[in-house]
């Protein structure tokens, strides 16, 4: 397992919306270089910057034009390259986003693949092989190209899907997965991974990892051995890349793919959804970190738990507060409510991601669509530095701003939090710096639960530690042996600890050591 991740603390960046420092009115490279000192002052020591590069931007960047140019509205190539070297220095790892499942219908290569006369493009795509013959089971189109042939999307129609053969060929167009055309794409996503790792980037988290190989099996047998194929390759030269992939299937993410990381995800009605998003039920919110909602954690812990064990001794789960795709956690839970969900996401083992903005509780807004968002768009505003102009985002005009700032009055900013020794903030900050002081919060150090049960503490070690939460309004005292002889390290809210007795008020964290 890569070293470096042990210690790893993630914060996304959707960089639209981080920082603007040309006055655009939409966030860039330098942008995120001028507030790395935040950011590690945060105790996070690496990001993830969603795509990047040349795009038409019909989903936001995750329809690429130029998977190795940068798009112009961020800066240069010259200045992500810069942005490496300066994180770095600051210890700081970076990850970019890849999309290896699909391009922009405007890329070179899908444009050079839709043309009649065949060239070495042709294959690269997924092609029928006549104008009115579909592709059964998946979104596709006809009508766009020259070419005799309808092509199947990988997302949004502005997405063709890039070919990976398929598991069982049906159809005379349908190619094995080792046909050359296919072999071809491989390499070229090999070649994208080496392009930036070799400009100084630390790895990728990767957009829909599991989509490569169409009509896979159950198991993902193929797309699996594809991504074994990559890695093969392009760890001989970087074995220290890190890879974090959008899967959330643990199993066959990590162990047969051979990623480091995959994401536990907002999936319909998983268990992470009923940590902290469990309002699509009906019968009001049953989030276990609302102050009244269900108060059991088993739900969370039946899906989790039976994953950690798969994982553990070959790569880590991600557990996040949000993504670019997600309503914000906020939407839903008070400031209190995110502290306990905070401190309880960042202290499980595997590798934390923190959605920029999440630690000072930006909330979720209801506003239209922007490049393919839909209800997404909400969770992508621009960050929320300071009282006063577009909220310290940009020095532009607001008219300009890609998308608008939080317009209520008790906005949260970085300022305002920074100066209130109660707010959200001190929490993440603090739960990072003991990631980074103790060995017992490395994502790989031991994880065992004490106490899991309907409307009891959910109480649980890493390492020589213990941690305990009662997200309930009651006060709550258990008897627990493992805390003998050990204090109170960091408490939000009320707990008190004698011997074996730890009290522990309603809405408190506390860790002992
Ligand atoms: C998942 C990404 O997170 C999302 O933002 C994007 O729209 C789709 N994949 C398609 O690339």
Redesign the pocket.
């Known amino acids: 397992m890569i070293d470096w991740l042990k210690k790893a603390v993630f914060y996304e960046i959707y960089p639209q919306s981080f920082y603007d420092s040309n006055g655009d009115g939409i966030g860039d490279f330098g942008g995120i270089m001028k507030k790395l000192d935040y950011i590690k002052g945060l105790g996070a020591n690496a990001l993830w910057i ?2 990047c590069f040349d795009s038409p931007f019909k ?2 960047g ?2 690429v034009r130029d998977y190795k140019m940068v798009a112009a509205r961020y800066g240069t190539n010259e200045d992500l390259y810069e942005l490496f070297a300066k994180a770095h220095e600051k210890g700081i790892h970076v990850l970019l ?1 890849l ?1 290896p ?2 391009t922009s219908e405007e890329h070179p290569w899908f444009i050079q693949s839709g043309k009649a006369k065949p060239n070495e493009y042709s294959g690269r795509f997924i092609w029928t092989d006549g104008w009115i013959v579909g592709v059964k089971g998946h979104p596709y189109i006809g009508g766009e190209c020259e070419r005799d042939g309808t092509y199947m999307l ?3 129609k502005c ?1 063709p899907a890039l070919n990976y053969g398929f598991f069982k060929p049906q159809e005379p167009w349908q190619k094995p997965m080792n046909d050359p055309d296919c072999l071809a794409t491989r390499e070229a996503v090999k070649d994208v991974i080496r392009f930036w790792l070799s400009k100084g980037c630390d790895g990728f988290r990767v ?2 990892a599991d989509s490569l190989v169409k009509d896979d099996d159950e198991n993902k047998t193929g797309t699996c051995a594809v991504w074994r194929d990559i890695f093969a390759s392009v760890r001989k030269d970087f074995p220290e890349a890190a890879f974090v992939a ?1 899967w959330n299937n643990t199993g066959q993410a990590i162990i047969s793919a051979g990623f480091d990381m995959d994401f536990f995800l907002n999936w319909g009605g998983n268990g992470y959804n009923t940590l902290l998003r469990d309002y699509e039920t009906p019968g009001g919110d049953h989030s276990y970190f609302k102050a009244d909602g269900d108060g059991d954690i088993t739900r969370f812990l039946r899906e989790y738990l039976p994953r950690y064990e798969m994982a553990k001794d070959r790569g880590y789960i991600s557990l996040l507060s949000c ?3 997600t309503p914000r956690p906020r939407r839903t839970l008070s400031p209190e409510e995110l502290k306990l969900a905070y401190a309880v996401l960042f202290t499980l083992p595997g590798v934390p991601f923190l959605y920029y903005g999440d630690e000072i509780g930006m909330r979720y807004l209801d506003i239209p669509t922007k490049e ?2 839909y209800t ?1 768009t909400g969770t992508r505003t621009p960050m929320q530095w300071k009282m006063g102009k577009n909220l310290g985002f940009s020095t532009g005009d607001e008219k300009d701003l890609y998308l608008p700032v939080d317009s209520a009055a008790d906005a949260p900013t970085v300022e305002a939090s920074e100066a209130d020794p109660d707010a959200l903030l001190h929490v993440v900050r603090r739960v990072f710096t003991l990631r980074q002081e103790s060995t017992n919060f490395d994502a790989d150090s031991p994880f065992s639960v004490l106490v899991q049960a309907k409307d009891k503490p959910f109480v649980y070690t890493r390492g020589n530690a213990v941690c305990a939460v009662n997200p309930s309004q009651k006060e709550m005292t258990l008897t627990i042996p493992e805390i003998s002889g050990k204090a109170i390290l960091y408490v939000i809210g009320k707990a008190e600890c004698i011997e074996e007795s730890l009290t522990i008020g309603g809405g408190s964290f506390v860790i002992l050591e």
């Open positions: 969603n795509p989903d936001a995750y329809d986003d999309v499942g699909h990988n997302f949004f997405q957009d829909m959008e993504n670019h795709d393919g968002g997404r």
